[in-house]
Each structure stands twice: as C-alpha cells, then as structure tokens.
C-alpha cells in the first residue's frame, strides 16, 4: 500500500488538516492518510502544547468516520524531539510492505533545510505539499510535488487564541474535537 504519512503537533486537529488530508488524498494515487501526532517539534518550543494523548485522541475523534485515515502515536515511544527522519527510517523498516511518502504545508517546506538530514527525507521519500497563506515557494527538487488548491488561513494558534478569548471556533474544529476540548477545558 502507498501511504501518505501527515506528521504534525495537530494542537489542536482542525479542518484545514481534514481538507488538506483530504484534497491531498485525492489527487494522488495513495490508499490512506497516516496522522503522526510529534510530541514535540524540534523547531517549535510553545508552552501552550497540551498532553500527545490529548492530541492524539482528538485525531482519532476528528478522523473516525473515514475509513481511509488512521491515527499514529509511533513517535510517543521515540526519543524527544520528534525527527521525521527517525519516524520514517523506524516506520520504513517495520512496515516493509508499505511506500511511504510525507504530506506537508507550505509552511515547513520553508523550514526544511534547517531539519535534521533533510536531504536524506528528499532524496527518499516523495513530498506533497499543500499551499499556505504566505509562504513562497522556496527550492524544488524532483520529489517536491506541490498541489494547486484553495488556501486556507486557519491555524491552530488562531484556534487556541480565540478559545483564550471566549470565541466561538465552532466551524472550525471538527465536533467532536470541540466537544472534548469543551469537556475537558483545554486550552483556557
Ligand atoms: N492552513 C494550513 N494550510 C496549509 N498547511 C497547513 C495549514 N494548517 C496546518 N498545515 C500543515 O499541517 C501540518 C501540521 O500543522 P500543525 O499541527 O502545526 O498546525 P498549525 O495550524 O500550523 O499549528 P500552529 O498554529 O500551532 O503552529 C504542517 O505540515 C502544516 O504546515
Ligand atoms: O525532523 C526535524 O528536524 C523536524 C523539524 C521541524 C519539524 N519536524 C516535524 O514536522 C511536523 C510538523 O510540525 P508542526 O509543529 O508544524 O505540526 C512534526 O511532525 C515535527 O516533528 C521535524
């Protein structure tokens, strides 16, 4: 099977991840999307990261209805930070009959360079990266394939802010991610 590997802090998951998964799913020819909950990013410290298991379990609710999508906590169980590099090597090696390749916003494809043995992830693994507001295209290389698609300025540092604020997020958290960061007052 070809899988499309979507690694992210998802703090918490919202429906610009569902419509990237989604749009990118579609227009390539891979069986299913794997959501990487990182513990914890190498390039971003922020004190407003709340549990993996809470974030992981908020994946698995905004997710379930799609048979296409799985949730993974393989990196919960690797050395902090969370390298990709490390994630990929580990899950090429247990899953060998799988191909994998990366699902990335615009935004970390900026970033790349600065990541541990990027070029190593370049050389080997194909990358589809969904446009984000304000990123310009930074470097290409035969296995960067970027997808023409709607961009969407919905983050998740908006959505915290904006429950800090008492402001609504209702269409842009899935519900039951917003039922569960109602029922267990995260993020306040
Ligand atoms: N609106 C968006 N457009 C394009 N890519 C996005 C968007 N939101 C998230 N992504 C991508 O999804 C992946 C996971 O993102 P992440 O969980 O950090 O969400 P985020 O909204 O960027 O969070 P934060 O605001 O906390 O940094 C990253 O590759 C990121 O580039
Ligand atoms: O491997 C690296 O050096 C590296 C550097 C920066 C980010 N990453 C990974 O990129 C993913 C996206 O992170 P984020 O916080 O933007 O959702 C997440 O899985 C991080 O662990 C990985």
Redesign the pocket.
Known sequence: MKIGLY???FNPIHIGHLIIADTLHDRTDLDQVWF?V?PQ????KRQSLIHEFDRLRMVELAIEDNYQFKASDVEFSMPKP????DTLAYLTDQYPQHQFCLFLGSD?LT?LKR??NYQTILDNYEIFVYPRPGEAKTFEHPNIKLIDAPLLDISATFIRKSIIEGKSVKYLLPEGVADYIRDKKLYQ
């Not at 990013?41 to 971003?44: A, D, G, H, V, Y």
């Not at 969370?82 to 590099?85: A, F, N, R």
């Open positions: 690694f992210g802090s990487v990182s990013n190498p390039l971003k969370s390298y990709t590099i970390n970033q990541w541990k």
